[in-house]
């Protein structure tokens, strides 16, 4: 836990930094105010009380999005038992979406979290991305370009919920990865996403997102006492097309309630219109972002442009 | 009994199975006029259909715990109860007559939005299915496991990748144990 927290503290200096200098040299640009999301975009509602740990939507998830055969079948729920540096599962280039178990003391049974994109209304990864190779679509998907994406992994560092990997297996074209709401083959003409449509349990409820919040509210009225009196993804980050209900607080099942109400990148929201200027200075940035994502490459570069400095002397 | 309680093992499949097939017109509703059995198949591609063992959920509980308010009986659902305490028993009781079969096909998300705000999360049939019967096998310590009701068809074997063996060193999960 700890890693990681100073991992995005670190990373919020970057992008602090990154955006102060961009700033300076951008006053003239239009602010990029006006991108609120999409009212009428679709969503999902998962509901915590109702999911039963079955792994359905993963295995749905993977053979969709034809990610690679997992080493445990998704029968095996010997994976809620593991702990990956000092962590539960979370996604990554070979699942978009994981199932995770918690164990609250107030109940006598488990819970089941399912973690994948939250699909934000104005997402931090849009937003932070220097050559725009995300998408918020109207139906509500945030979807990506893999060919333009430069793998900076600004974005990997922008998303408030850890969401976005990057696959390595070609070391010159680094490409995200994450989910995507089905969006190519199912969100666009209509469909439920695969994950939905597997679970069992209606956990997952797919509609339009201001539909959603009716029904949870509903749910939280009309069963007194079953559930805490919130829907997480409602506000959070500025609002997500992915939202959650639970029993208990939050925080007991894995949610991050200290994210802020607003968009993540509201007050560097100049960002979208700065696109053609940052290309510009892109280089330059490029750079910077890499200085501060490893040291490991931090010394490679710096070789890297002494090797330049002294070619070029 | 050893049927019986085969039977009733493979008869809590609710999930990928389907709908309830109950002799049509069935005027006067008690547990006598009940089918002994259903098959519900109407959904099952990964799991096969589900043989309901209805005579001995007859016995155990009450018609409305599953039917609502179209048996006629006194409504448990205090959602439906909120019109449908006097409205007697339906034509048809058979769960897929309500509960749809494509939960979340663009069309019927349009029904939603009308304005009868009580219907707007009413489950779609599998999602009906296993809440119910889950949500009282949970409870009455019934069967919970996918497998205890409806055991895996070849597609079934095939989505959830049941032929990986899991040794230590195979796979992304370093970790593993
Ligand atoms: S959850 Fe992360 S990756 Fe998904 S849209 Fe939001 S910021 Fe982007
Ligand atoms: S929406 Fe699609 S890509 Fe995202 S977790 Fe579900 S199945 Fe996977
Ligand atoms: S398929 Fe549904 S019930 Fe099963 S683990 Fe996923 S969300 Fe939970």
């Given at each position: 836990m700890k890693k990681t927290v100073s991992r995005?503290?670190?990373?919020?200096?970057?992008?602090?930094?990154t955006a102060a200098v961009a700033v300076l040299k951008n006053k003239e640009s239009q602010a990029a105010h006006d991108f609120e999301g999409y009212p009428e975009g679709m969503g999902v509602l998962v509901d915590l009380t109702r999911c039963v740990g079955c792994r359905s939507c993963e295995a749905a998830c993977n053979k969709e999005q034809g990610l690679p055969e997992p080493?445990?079948?998704f029968t095996d729920y010997s994976v809620f038992d593991e702990i990956h540096h000092g962590q539960k599962r979370r996604t990554d280039e070979t699942a978009y979406t994981v199932v995770n178990q918690y164990d609250v003391p107030e109940l006598d049974h488990p819970l089941f979290r399912k973690i994948q994109c939250n699909h934000c209304q104005e997402p931090a990864c849009l937003t932070s991305c220097f050559v725009n190779a995300y998408t918020k679509t109207p139906e509500g998907a945030v979807i990506y370009n893999s060919k333009v994406c430069v793998g900076c992994r600004t974005c990997m560092i922008a998303c408030p919920f850890y969401i976005p990997t990057f696959k390595y297996s070609s070391a010159f074209n680094p490409r995200i990865m994450k989910c995507i709401f089905c969006y190519d083959?199912?969100?666009k003409d209509g469909k439920p996403p695969a994950c939905v449509e597997a679970c069992p349990q209606e956990a997952l409820t797919f509609g339009k997102r201001t539909d959603l919040i009716d029904m949870g509210r509903q749910r939280i009225r009309n069963t007194p006492g079953k559930y805490v009196d919130h829907i997480y993804g409602e506000k959070e980050?500025?609002?997500t097309a992915w939202m959650y209900l639970s029993s208990v607080s939050f925080d007991k099942v894995g949610f991050d309630t200290h994210v802020p109400k607003e968009p993540i990148l509201n007050s560097v929201k100049d960002f979208l219109a700065m696109v053609p200027m940052v290309l510009t200075i892109w280089p330059g940035l490029f750079v910077g972002f890499h200085l501060l994502a490893t040291r490991k490459e931090n010394i490679k570069k710096q070789e890297q442009e002494n090797d330049e400095k002294e070619e070029q002397a | 009994m050893q049927t019986r309680k085969k039977i009733l093992r493979t008869a809590l499949a609710l999930a990928i199975g389907g709908v309830l097939t109950t002799p049509a017109q069935v005027w006067t509703m008690d547990a006598d006029d009940a089918p002994e059995s259903v098959t519900i198949d109407s959904l099952a591609t990964l799991y096969v259909p589900v043989e309901f063992d209805h005579a001995l959920h007859v016995e155990i509980t009450s018609c409305e715990q599953c039917h609502h308010h179209t048996t006629g009986g006194e409504v448990t659902d205090k959602n439906c109860a909120r019109c449908h305490t006097t409205s007697g028993e339906a034509d048809v009781v058979s769960c897929g007559e309500c509960h749809e079969s494509d939960r979340f096909h663009e069309k019927y998300l349009k029904t939603l939005e009308a304005p009868e705000l009580y219907h707007i999360d009413k489950p779609g049939l599998?999602?009906?299915y296993h809440l119910n019967c889950v949500g009282c096998h949970q409870e009455t310590g019934g069967p919970t496991g996918c497998q205890d009701c409806h055991t895996m068809t070849e597609a079934g074997e095939k989505l959830f990748d049941?032929?990986?063996?899991?040794?230590p060193a195979k796979g992304h999960s370093a970790t593993g144990h």
């Open positions: 995005r503290n670190f990373l919020k200096g970057g992008l602090a930094g080493a445990k079948p083959t199912r969100l980050v500025g609002g | 599998k999602g009906a049941t032929h990986i063996k899991h040794s």
